[in-house]
């Protein structure tokens, strides 16, 4: 089941010009899966930056803004879109010009790819 995932989740990679890798984790920011090319920034991909998306979400809860679906962040040469799948969190990150628009349509896309996951660890 990993590998049908893994080969879906590079499929995407390939088709989004711009898109450098995607990155499913756990709350923690503990990688579950990754696909990428060797453009993502490794310092993007530590746990300890993923983790921040959690805690962004429960900031923006407090002021009452309701549950955070999807958290972006541009930065000089990369964006990185988090999108809140509790208990998973998926990642991209992609080149400054990638369309963003592109990334956030695939939201329906990987549903299903999350809801086979999100099972998968609920039963570990």
Request: aromatic letters at 6%.
């Given at each position: 089941m990993v590998e049908e995932v893994r080969k879906l989740l590079q499929d995407i990679l390939q088709k989004i010009q711009g898109l450098h890798c995607i990155l499913i984790t756990d709350r923690d920011g503990v990688p579950l899966l990754k696909v990428g090319t060797d453009k993502a920034p490794e310092n993007a991909l530590r746990p300890n930056f993923i983790s921040t998306f959690g805690l962004a979400i429960d900031q923006g809860s407090k002021l009452g803004l309701g549950k955070t679906g999807t958290l972006i962040c541009s930065?000089?040469?990369?964006?990185?879109?988090?999108?809140?799948?509790?208990?998973?969190?998926?990642?991209?990150?992609?080149?400054?010009?990638?369309?963003?628009?592109?990334?956030?349509?695939?939201?329906?896309?990987?549903?299903?790819?999350?809801?086979?996951?999100?099972?998968?660890?609920?039963?570990?």
């Open positions: 930065y000089a040469q990369y964006q990185v879109i988090q999108m809140n799948k509790l208990p998973l969190i998926v990642t991209f990150i992609t080149s400054d010009t990638c369309n963003t628009g592109h990334i956030l349509a695939l939201q329906n896309q990987i549903n299903p790819i999350i809801s086979t996951l999100t099972l998968a660890v609920a039963e570990s």
